[in-house]
């Protein structure tokens, strides 16, 4: 027995052709379309005998419109004119008392992760970080962490996110090939690093002076194109390297994984 089998045969003025199948490996439907495909091929031979099989094609013009253009269709809009922390900005203005970010015991509202992260980017700015910098981020997870990020976006930054299990030397090697102007930590966390010489913020010794920052937005002129991060790959191969993304593919991203995911908002 085969997995599949054609037969074509002479019957008196016409062809007959059988078609004989395991329905373990085949449904009707499979093999109609591909008896469709035979024929749309036979009459292909015909009307282009000069041409070599291999230039013809099996489909007819509605599976090719299909395959070609119906399921090809895919644009979608998104923001395409903001950067991700003006998306989380709106998110803010619409819903300021709903929960934005979970840590442990610990929560923060919209108003709440606007002003504080509001605050820690004017400090970042009156430390120098400006558009188009690099921005160290050697926190453990926390409200802190979350933050940070947002800050640096709105700084006109872009964060280098930095795990605190690394080794030192790797933390360190990192912020150097990132080109980093600046690294956003703690004491006991900054401690740990002896080759670093740019500008450190250090939110537990100077959370008095963040804190009388202004929470109202600030101005970076950060765009789309910016870069909002740059992540570094693991090294397993080699030196480890850094991948940048910008605000335009995050947002475009999140906005289809929101779309394909049903991802909606909850009720805090």
């Not at 291999?54 to 395409?80: F, G, I, M």
């Not at 030397?169 to 690093?193: F, H, M, Q």
């Not at 991948?243 to 995911?261: D, Q």
Request: net charge negative.
């Amino acid at each position: 027995n085969q997995d599949i089998f054609m037969s074509v045969d002479d019957a008196s003025d016409k062809l007959q052709g059988v078609i004989e199948y395991s329905k373990a490996l085949f449904n009707e439907t499979t093999i109609d379309r591909m008896a469709a495909h035979y024929l749309r091929l036979l009459e292909a031979v015909a009307e282009n005998a000069p041409l070599p099989v291999s230039e013809l094609s099996l489909l007819a013009d509605d599976e090719l419109k299909q395959l070609t253009r119906d399921w090809n269709d895919t644009a979608v809009d998104y923001p395409r004119k903001k950067c991700l922390h003006q998306v989380i900005s709106e998110q803010a203005a619409a819903r300021p008392e709903a929960t934005a970010v979970v840590f442990a015991n610990e929560r923060l509202s919209y108003s709440e992760l606007e002003a504080r992260s509001n605050r820690l980017a004017h400090h970042l700015q009156a430390r120098g970080v400006d558009r188009g910098q690099r921005v160290g981020i050697y926190l453990n997870r926390s409200l802190d962490l979350v933050v940070s990020l947002l800050a640096v976006m709105k700084a006109g930054a872009a964060y280098v996110p930095l795990d605190p299990n690394y080794p030192a030397k790797r933390v360190e090697g990192i912020l150097e090939d990132a080109g980093a102007s600046c690294l956003i930590t703690k004491t006991d966390l900054k401690g740990r690093l002896t080759d670093f010489a740019q500008p450190v913020v250090l939110l537990d010794e100077e959370d008095t002076a963040i804190a009388g920052q202004a929470s109202a937005p600030v101005v970076s002129g950060a765009t789309p194109d910016d870069l909002v991060y740059v992540i570094f790959t693991s090294g397993s191969t080699g030196r480890p390297k850094g991948v940048e993304i910008t605000h335009r593919a995050v947002v475009n991203l999140l906005s289809w994984m929101s779309r394909e995911l049903s991802i909606g908002r909850s009720e805090e």
